[in-house]
């Protein structure tokens, strides 16, 4: 949740940027959300 605020802090000052953490933050969610699957399971 912290990355895509940041994101969105630097895509509010600098366009580029948050165009450019986008990716980053995509992929923190998808093994964020991987890793409490994959926790439930045991």
Do not use: K, Q
């Amino acid at each position: 949740m912290l990355t895509w605020l940041r994101v969105a802090l630097v895509a509010r000052s600098l366009p580029a940027g948050g165009v450019a953490l986008a990716p980053y933050a995509v992929w923190m969610s998808v093994t964020a959300a991987l890793s409490v699957g994959y926790s439930r399971l045991n």
